[in-house]
């Protein structure tokens, strides 16, 4: 199973992974899909820019202590 797991990989690799709205880029979506990937609300009033957090997600510290269900 590791061995056709790794073969799959090798002709598959993983894409870069990226931070955004989720349900975007989605190949074919359904239109429920499609209104997923809108934001219920207009960014334009928020105090501060929720696309330029989520690309800065990665640089926050993360303790997997402090999630006693992580994982479960």
Do not use: C
């Amino acid at each position: 199973m590791k061995l056709r797991h790794e073969l799959w990989k090798k002709k598959y690799p993983d894409a870069k992974e990226v931070h955004g709205i989720p349900w975007t880029g989605i190949e074919n979506p359904t239109p429920e899909v499609q209104a997923l990937a809108k934001p219920k609300l207009d960014l334009k009033k928020l105090p501060f820019d929720p696309l330029e957090y989520v690309e800065h997600l990665d640089q926050l510290p993360f303790d997997s202590n402090m999630d006693p269900d992580l994982g479960k």
